[in-house]
Antibody, heavy 123, light 107 residues
Framework: EVQLVESGGGLVKPEGSLRLSCEASGFTFKNAGMSWVRQVPGKGLEWVGRIKSKTDGGTTHYAAFVNGRFTISRDDSKNTLYLQMNSLKTEDTALYYC??????????????WGQGTLVTVSS | SYVLTQPPSVSVAPGETASIACGGNNIGSKSVHWYQQRPGQAPVLVIY???DRPSGIPERFSGSNSGNTATLTISRVEAGDEADYYCQVWDSNSDLGLFGGGTKLTV
């Protein structure tokens, strides 16, 4: 069974930093593309970014609103995905989900989701 | 940029059929995926590649996609189907997923 467990959320002041983690199990993590998706409480889903597996090049892609502030990385030896968030803004307040992103035939979808970790940016 | 449009809400009586639309320019040329999000829970994939169901998703869930509209259809709706539903396509320009605004299904 695929399991994704996020951690690292919390309260941070504007312009502060936070690192989220996502521990994966139940599948071969090193071969998996992974994504972060966020959701402002009461609002819709928004893709933050994704990282390909190292065999697919290990490249990262980010939404325009990230604007160089966030970095997605992975440690395949620990089956863990990370999201380093710097220069946080109040509008980054959201529940952040880690997802196992499956890609084929020119499209991708989030096959499994964690339960999310809440990030609150407030002074 | 590409935009997916969903109705904010759909209401249906138990046992009836619910149809949730997802509009986009020539969306029929793309693969559409659907997620269910029950209150307080993480999203769950219910349809991928327009009309494929992951294991564990009831046959009551089906999808179609043609022209400018993709549709999620839920037959014999149950109280447990009450949730927010999101459509999603892949944006080749950004190489990221793009979600519709979501539809709240009330049973």
């Amino acid at each position: 069974e695929v399991q994704l467990v996020e951690s690292g959320g919390g309260l941070v002041k504007p312009e502060g930093s936070l690192r989220l983690s996502c521990e994966a199990s139940g599948f071969t993590f090193k071969n998996a593309g992974m994504s972060w998706v966020r959701q402002v409480p009461g609002k819709g889903l928004e893709w933050v970014g994704r990282i390909k597996s190292k065999t697919d090049g290990g490249t990262t892609h980010y939404a325009a609103f990230v604007n160089g502030r966030f970095t997605i990385s992975r440690d395949d030896s620990k089956n863990t995905l990370y999201l380093q968030m710097n220069s946080l803004k109040t509008e980054d307040t959201a529940l952040y989900y880690c997802t196992f992103t499956y890609c084929s035939g020119g499209t991708c979808y989030s096959y499994s989701w964690g339960q999310g970790t809440l990030v609150t940016v407030s002074s | 940029s590409y935009v997916l449009t969903q109705p904010p809400s759909v209401s249906v009586a138990p046992g009836e059929t619910a149809s949730i639309a997802c509009g986009g320019n020539n969306i029929g040329s793309k693969s559409v995926h659907w997620y269910q999000q029950r209150p307080g829970q993480a999203p769950v994939l219910v349809i991928y590649y327009n009309n494929d169901r992951p294991s564990g998703i009831p046959e009551r869930f089906s999808g179609s996609n043609s022209g400018n509209t993709a549709t999620l259809t839920i037959s014999r709706v149950e109280a447990g189907d009450e949730a927010d539903y999101y459509c999603q396509v892949w944006d080749s320009n950004s190489d990221l997923g793009l979600f519709g605004g979501g539809t709240k299904l009330t049973v």
